[in-house]
């Protein structure tokens, strides 16, 4: 049986977009750096646990932390849950209290080895809650991104297009999103065009098992799955979410819908942040979170004069 360790983790920015990191003293991962927090306690609960390690580690009292989200990282021989919180207010002063290593850093720009959930959690933090997806046979994205608002992100299906015209529109979509700094998601294996400005990579169910194992990248690694068995698949790659549907019916959608009791054991099954799609809309979001999801996704109910329904 996999060893499993809980674990309460404190991210603290400071002003130059820099976190704080403590160095490893113990095996395994020696030397490397991990965002300040640690084991929960038998029956301790995450926020507990939170406020007892920063007092422990760094010698903080925590006055005022955002829960963020709970992710499950897969490693070769154990499983860590990290509960993240997001610190925004402490009294105090940052000191090492166990005579470890405490620096602010930025892992994209550092040579120190860190951890790897740590880019994980970074993009976690960057994560929308909505997600659109582009209309079928759509070829001007840019002229209707721009009326949407910066806490969308936006997908552009690659199967809705021949190679030729999805090059294009992706190209034309990724200029505009850089301007009006809206997240735009392509489909892989479409993320080798250098000109290409985008926050994330999307992969189909059947071709998941591309994507590489060891992501330190910017961008989002994401998936469409539909099954227990898909998500297992997604669960053992890290990834950083998943699109989980047909979840409600709708008249585009002919095949067995999960409904939302079918969703929430997914989505407790996954390991990462799940989006619902097919036949949601936006005010579903409270829906989705309260079925142990993080947002929702769709195309016609989500696009331009609908996306605030």
């Not at 113990?26 to 029956?43: A, H, M, R, T, V």
């Not at 992969?203 to 060891?214: A, G, H, P, Q, R």
């Not at 409270?286 to 993080?294: K, V």
Request: hydrophobic letters at 35%; charged letters at 25%.
């Amino acid at each position: 049986m996999r060893l499993t360790i809980k674990c309460s983790i404190a991210i603290l920015e400071n002003n130059n977009q820099s976190y704080l990191f403590s160095k490893r003293k113990k095996s395994p991962y020696i030397d490397y750096f991990e965002f300040p927090g640690g084991k929960l306690k038998d029956n301790e609960k995450p926020y507990d646990g939170l406020l007892r390690e920063c007092t422990e580690e760094i010698g903080i009292t925590i006055t005022d932390a955002e829960y963020v989200n709970t992710i499950t990282q897969y490693y070769l021989d154990f499983d860590v849950i990290l509960y993240i919180f997001k610190i925004n207010t402490y009294n105090g002063t940052i000191r090492s209290q166990e005579n470890q290593e405490i620096l602010f850093l930025d892992p994209y720009q550092m040579t120190h080895k860190f951890l790897q959930s740590t880019f994980r959690i970074l993009k976690l933090l960057k994560l929308q809650r909505n997600i659109i997806i582009s209309k079928i046979g759509y070829q001007n994205i840019s002229s209707d991104i721009l009326n949407t608002k910066n806490n969308y992100m936006l997908r552009i299906r690659s199967f809705d297009y021949t190679k030729d015209e999805y090059e294009k529109i992706i190209l034309n979509a990724s200029m505009s999103c850089k301007r009006e700094m809206i997240q735009l998601i392509i489909d892989h294996p479409f993320e080798n065009n250098s000109e290409l400005d985008f926050s994330g990579i999307h992969y189909t169910s059947s071709n998941l098992l591309e994507v590489d194992k060891i992501n330190k990248s910017r961008y989002f690694l994401s998936a469409s799955c539909h099954n227990l068995e898909e998500v297992s698949i997604a669960n053992n790659l890290n990834l950083d979410f998943i699109i989980v549907s047909p979840v409600l019916k709708s008249k585009y959608i002919k095949q067995k819908c999960l409904g939302w009791k079918n969703f929430k054991k997914i989505s407790e099954y996954a390991n990462m942040p799940t989006f619902a799609l097919g036949g949601i809309k936006p005010r579903d979001l409270p829906i989705s979170i309260n079925n142990s999801g993080y947002g929702v996704s769709g195309i016609t109910n989500f696009w331009k004069n609908n996306i605030l329904d």
